[in-house]
């Protein structure tokens, strides 16, 4: 299909791991991103990794790519309630400069 | 990473009338991209401005509703024409630098609400 998706919705309490999955369209994408839009803010590029890797980590961001799935995940340790947002997955596709969105997943933090 | 900003955050517009959307970049860039988010939904390409030539169009979005400028390697803008309650949305540009890691950084968004 053409579209990246995203489950809607996650909840977590506050200290657990949180994990944002997405699934992707095109198996020669080049990089894959993760971004993160507060309420009422644009959009901020948390972290990306490019398709030759399978796994990037970045404090506590740990990002997970299966390209025989065409499988990306998002793994937040320790969320803290300013970890509360919506967080997108975006795929580059050879022959086009821009990016395309999943739709969005909004991640709650429990305190 | 470039620092992008848009001018206005937001504005209320009536029926029929226009809103043009300013995107200033601290840093040169060949392509700019502008995004409709609409209420509760993902990112939309809307067209890619590219200095010195006419912006290329995504598929629903014509010239005429959206037309673009891109005078230098700086700056863009975007005009919402002859608003309708549907064009409700936050509009955002979106650059991509030309050292080539594929990241994109995008403006903080214009937030449009037409009554």
């Known amino acids: 299909g053409e579209d990246v998706e995203q489950s809607l919705f996650l909840s977590v309490r506050e200290g657990d791991s949180s994990v944002i999955n997405c699934t992707y369209t095109?198996?020669?994408?080049?990089?894959l991103y993760w971004y993160k839009q507060e309420p009422g803010a644009g959009l901020q590029l948390l972290t990306y990794?490019?398709?030759?890797?399978d796994m990037k980590q970045d404090q506590r961001l740990t990002v997970l790519l299966n390209k025989k799935d065409k499988h990306l995940s998002l793994r937040i340790a320790d969320t803290q309630t300013g970890d509360s947002a919506i967080y997108f997955c975006?795929?580059?596709?050879?022959?086009?400069?821009?990016?395309?969105f999943g739709t969005g997943t909004r991640l709650t933090v429990i305190p | 990473s470039a620092v992008i900003s848009q001018k206005p955050s937001r504005d209320i517009c009536q029926r029929g009338t226009s809103l043009t959307i300013q995107c200033q970049v601290d840093?040169?860039?060949?392509?700019m991209f502008w995004y409709r988010q609409q209420p509760g939904q993902s990112l939309t390409l809307i067209a890619t401005?590219?200095?010195?030539?006419?912006?290329?169009?995504e598929s629903g979005f014509v010239i005429d509703k959206f037309p673009i400028s891109r005078p230098n390697l700086t700056f863009s803008t975007l005009t919402v024409s002859n608003m309708s309650p549907e064009d409700s949305s936050i509009y955002l540009c979106?650059?991509?630098?030309?050292?080539?890691?594929?990241?994109?950084?995008f403006g903080p968004g214009t937030r449009l609400t037409v009554l």
């Open positions: 095109d198996s020669s994408s080049t990089y």
């Open positions: 990794i490019f398709s030759n890797m």
């Open positions: 975006a795929e580059s596709r050879p022959g086009a400069n821009n990016l395309f």
């Open positions: 840093s040169q860039v060949t392509m």
């Open positions: 979106s650059v991509d630098p030309p050292y080539g890691r594929g990241e994109q950084f």
């Open positions: 401005a590219n200095q010195g030539s006419e912006a290329t169009y």
